[in-house]
C-alpha cells in the first residue's frame, strides 16, 4: 500500500525535552510538509521541503528543526525551545517538482498527537 | 495574517439538505483551490479541487463554485448525510512563484448532520 505514515500516534514529553516525530512516504513524492493543528486554528505550516537536502521554514517554524536526507523521510523535531508544543502534528506530501495535472496535490498522514507533561 | 478566511465555523443541517461552506482570498496568485474532510483524530484527505479556469466543479455530492472576480469559492454538500459529519477545510496555492508548493489554509468549519 502506498501512503504516508507518521509514529508514534501519541507521545507524551516532558518540559525540557527534545522529541522527534516520524514521518516516512512510498509515494515517490518529492515534496513534504509538517503542519500543526491547535483547535480552531486551521493548519499552519512549520517546514516544509520540495527536494532532497533542502527544507524552509513555514510561518511557525521557531522551536522546530528538520531534515531531509532521504526523499522518503521528513522527521521533525520538537525542541525545547518550542514554548507550547502540545498539539496534533500532521505530515504531508505531495508530487509537486514531477509536474502533472495533480502536482499539487498534497496526501497526509494520520498524525501524530503530542502532549506535553 | 489569514491568508484564506472561512466561514461558517460551524454548521448544522438536517439530513438530506444542503451544506454550504464559503472561502475568500485575497492573493491573485492563487490558482489551485482544494477542500479537505478531517475526521476527529485522523488526517485531512482531499475531498475535490478546482482551478481557475472553471467556475464550478461537481464530484458526486460534492461541488466547488468558484467566483474569480469576487476571489470567492464556496463547497456545497447535497443531499447531506450524518456521515458527512467532520471538518472542512478549504485551502488555496499559488502553483509559480516563491510560495510554490505552499497550502494556506482556512481555520475549518466543522458540520453536524441531524439524522
Redesign the interface.
Known amino acids: 500500500d502506498g501512503g504516508?505514515t507518521q509514529s508514534p500516534k501519541y507521545l507524551f514529553r516532558k518540559e525540557g525535552q527534545n522529541v522527534t516525530l516520524s514521518c516516512e512516504q512510498n509515494l515517490n513524492h518529492d515534496?513534504m510538509?509538517w503542519y500543526r493543528q491547535d483547535p480552531?486554528?486551521?493548519?499552519?505550516?512549520i517546514y516544509?521541503s520540495?527536494i532532497v537536502n533542502d527544507f524552509q521554514k513555514?510561518d511557525i517554524a521557531e522551536g522546530y528543526s528538520v531534515s531531509r536526507e532521504k526523499k522518503e523521510s521528513f522527521p521533525l523535531t520538537v525542541t525545547s525551545a518550542q514554548k507550547n508544543p502540545t498539539a496534533f502534528y500532521?505530515c504531508?506530501s505531495?508530487i509537486?517538482g514531477s509536474g502533472g495535472p495533480r502536482?499539487?496535490?498534497?496526501?497526509?498522514?494520520?498524525?501524530t498527537?503530542l502532549t506535553v507533561l | 495574517q489569514q491568508q484564506v478566511k472561512?466561514s461558517p465555523?460551524s454548521l448544522i443541517v438536517q439530513k438530506g439538505g444542503i451544506s454550504i461552506i464559503n472561502c475568500a482570498y485575497e492573493n491573485t496568485a492563487f490558482d489551485?483551490f482544494?477542500w479537505?474532510q478531517q475526521f476527529p483524530?485522523?488526517?485531512?484527505?482531499?475531498l475535490i479541487?478546482i482551478r481557475p479556469d472553471v467556475s464550478e466543479k461537481k464530484e458526486g455530492r460534492f461541488t466547488i463554485s468558484f467566483n474569480k472576480s469576487a476571489k470567492q469559492f464556496s463547497l456545497h454538500i447535497m443531499d447531506s448525510q450524518p456521515g458527512d459529519s467532520a471538518t472542512y477545510?478549504c485551502a488555496a496555492?499559488a502553483?509559480r512563484g516563491s510560495t510554490?508548493?505552499?497550502?494556506y489554509?482556512?481555520?475549518?468549519t466543522q458540520l453536524t448532520v441531524w439524522p
Not at chain 1, 502536482?103 to 498524525?111: L, M
Open positions: 504516508i515534496a510538509y480552531g486554528q486551521g493548519l499552519r505550516l516544509y520540495q513555514g500532521l504531508a505531495s509537486e502536482r499539487n496535490e498534497q496526501f497526509f498522514g494520520p498524525g498527537r | 472561512q465555523q489551485y482544494p479537505y483524530g485522523k488526517g485531512p484527505a482531499l479541487a477545510f496555492l502553483d510554490l508548493g505552499r497550502l489554509f482556512g481555520r475549518g
